[in-house]
């Protein structure tokens, strides 16, 4: 039996913001990040009331130090009409690790585990999104690992992406 991952969840708050700023300046996070990257630096104040609408934003801790995050939203609820018209029973992630040292070491797969269960513990979720960049082809290679599988390609503002789904039947 392998043992119990270290990374745990748990909702991020302002105090947050500085590592989320500082994640954000890193050549690994900028780069799967698209045009997003291009319109400078995020206004995390302004995503976190965001996310308290239509999602959720989770930081990974390794132990008690803070190593990345996942934003989770319910398409169906985002105003910002990202994934367009969108049915009830989906929720959509982003993910990335800020330390660059913690890279390629499984906390990645720990922590999209742990999404995915707390996704599919809403009765109504079908089915979760993800949509890295079509360059990102690490990032691709870890979400079809995970069990994702690819659903095509999609033009998301200027960004070309690749959609891939986990659906609930997947899951167990
Ligand atoms: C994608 C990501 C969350 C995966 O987490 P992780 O802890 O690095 O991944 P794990 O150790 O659990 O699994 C390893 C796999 O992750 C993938 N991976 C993706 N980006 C990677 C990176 N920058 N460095 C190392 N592995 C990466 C690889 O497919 C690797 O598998 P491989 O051994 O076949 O190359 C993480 O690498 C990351 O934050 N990357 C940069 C940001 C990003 O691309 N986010 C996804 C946007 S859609």
Redesign the pocket.
């Known amino acids: 039996m392998s043992a119990p991952s270290r990374v745990r969840l748990r909702p991020a708050t302002e105090t947050d913001i500085p590592d989320l700023e500082r994640w954000d300046r890193e050549p ?2 900028l ?2 990040m698209g045009k997003e990257a291009e319109e400078g630096p995020a206004d995390w104040h302004a995503e976190l009331a965001f996310y308290a609408q239509c999602g959720e934003v989770l930081i990974a801790e390794l132990d008690d130090r803070s190593i ?1 995050v996942l934003q989770i939203i319910d398409p169906n609820r985002d105003p910002s009409q990202y994934w367009g018209e969108m049915a009830p029973g989906y929720r959509a992630i ?4 800020g330390e660059a040292d ?10 999209m585990r742990q999404a995915l269960a707390r996704c599919f513990a809403v009765p109504e979720v079908e089915a979760v999104l ?4 079509e360059s ?1 082809t ?2 691709i ?2 979400y079809r ?1 995970l069990g994702f599988r690819d659903v095509g390609p999609r033009r998301f503002d200027e960004d070309d992406c690749l959609v891939l789904k986990f659906d609930r039947a997947d899951f167990g």
């Open positions: 690994h996070v780069a799967c990345g982003d993910i990335w690790i913690l890279l390629g070491q499984g906390h990645g797969t720990a922590m993800i949509d890295p960049l990102n690490d990032a290679r870890f690992r």
